[in-house]
Each structure stands twice: as C-alpha cells, then as structure tokens.
C-alpha cells in the first residue's frame, strides 16, 4: 500500500523566512503527489502535483516542490513566508490500480510570526 | 461559481437519528468521492463512485451509505448516529486519470451530541 509521511506537525517561521514543509512517500510504483493547503473552516485546495513530468513542480502562491526519487522526498518550499500562507498542509499520494484513491499525511499546520 | 458544493454546511444532532449530507459538482466529472476529517485533521477515504458506480468502499460502518443518481450528485446518509461519527466530511471529484487531481467542497460539519 501507498503512503506519505509529514515530517513535523508543525512548523513556525517568520514572515519572509523560507517555508520547508516535509514530505516523504513510498510506493512500489511510480507515484503521483500531490500537496494541498487547508485554511481555518474552508475544503482543501490543490497547491501542486506531481505526475512523472518534471521533477521540479511550480504551484500557487509561490510554492513549489521537487520530486528526489532516491530520496522518496516531495518536499514544498517557498521563498518568503507570507502571513496569509498560515494553514494546514496535506501531502497526498495516489494508490495504483484502477481507482484514484487519495492516501494523506497527518498534515503540517504552518504558522507564519510577524 | 461553485465547483463543488455540500448542504448542509454545519449539522448538529442527537445520537440515534439518521441524517444526510448532499454533494453536487458543475465541473462535469465522472469520479466523486466522500472524505473523513476527524478530529486530529487526518483525512481518510470513505468512498468513491465513478459514474455512478461504486469502485472505493473503504472499511467504513454499514451505517453510512453512499448513493449516486447521476455522476453530478453523491450524497451520503448515515444512519444511528453515534459519538464517533463527529467529523468534518469533504465531498470531491476528480478528471479522469490517477494525475487527475481532486477538487473539494467545502466541507459539512457533523457533531452528534
């Protein structure tokens, strides 16, 4: 079976710090990843993914996450924190076979100090 | 305009009743799936249907029943509420394909008293 781990429940960085939310994953075969961001009471919102193009991912918002086979890593970064980037982060994997069923980390809350 | 919408948004009700949650998506996907949110955050998989037809049933008590009467509308029903059944549950769909990614409403609260 597929599964990711988020390393770190949660992580605190300072307005215009680097943002580095932890994801490793395992799978037999090739993955496809995902990261979604939630805010305070709202659904999940696709942030990025990873489908086997290229390994270096650009989303929304200025994130982006870079797929290390030999790592089994999917890490998200961003350059500079901005307040409005505080939110729970999911990390996502999709199982093989012929169903599309979404496997997610136990999320990373980000908090963002002025 | 709304993708992926849920009604209700908030449910507040006793244990023992029966209570539905409905789900409707406009982007024209076949695959609509029904997410667990507990307490801690974790996200589980209940089930999924892919144009109308069941293809995910994760061990999930035979108290809760999915029903798709077309690929737009998959709503859930619960019967015998119990405790344990406070969650937030998420609605989805995807495009075709496992790169398909999956949109979300917006989620309906459940709390069982």
């Known amino acids: 079976a597929q599964s990711v781990t988020q390393l770190g429940s949660h992580v605190s960085v300072s307005e215009g710090a680097l943002v580095l939310l932890r994801c490793n994953y395992s799978s037999s075969v090739p993955p496809y990843l995902f990261w979604y961001v939630q805010y305070p009471n709202q659904g999940l919102q696709l942030l990025l993914k990873y489908t086997s193009a290229a390994t270096l991912v650009k989303g929304i918002n200025g994130f982006e996450a870079e797929f290390k086979k030999s790592e089994t890593s999917f890490h998200l970064t961003k350059p500079s924190a901005h307040m409005s980037d505080a939110a729970e982060y999911f990390c996502?994997?999709?199982?093989?076979?012929?169903?599309?069923?979404?496997?997610f980390g136990k999320g990373t809350l980000l908090t963002v100090n002025p | 305009d709304t993708a992926v919408s849920q009604t209700p948004k908030y449910l507040v009700t006793q244990m023992g009743n029966d209570k539905s949650i409905k789900c409707e998506q406009n982007?024209?996907?076949?695959?609509m799936y029904w997410y667990k949110q507990d307490s801690k955050k974790f996200l589980k998989i209940m089930f999924s249907y892919n144009n109308k037809e069941l293809i995910i049933n994760e061990t999930v008590p035979n108290r809760f029943s999915p029903k798709s009467p077309d690929k737009a509308h998959l709503n859930l029903h619960i019967n015998s509420l119990e405790l344990g059944d406070s969650a937030v549950y998420f609605c989805a769909s995807s495009l075709p394909g496992q790169g398909g990614e999956q949109y979300f409403g917006p989620g309906t609260r459940l709390t069982v008293t």
């Open positions: 982007l024209g996907h076949d695959t």
């Open positions: 996502a994997v999709v199982s093989g076979g012929s169903n599309y069923k979404l496997t």
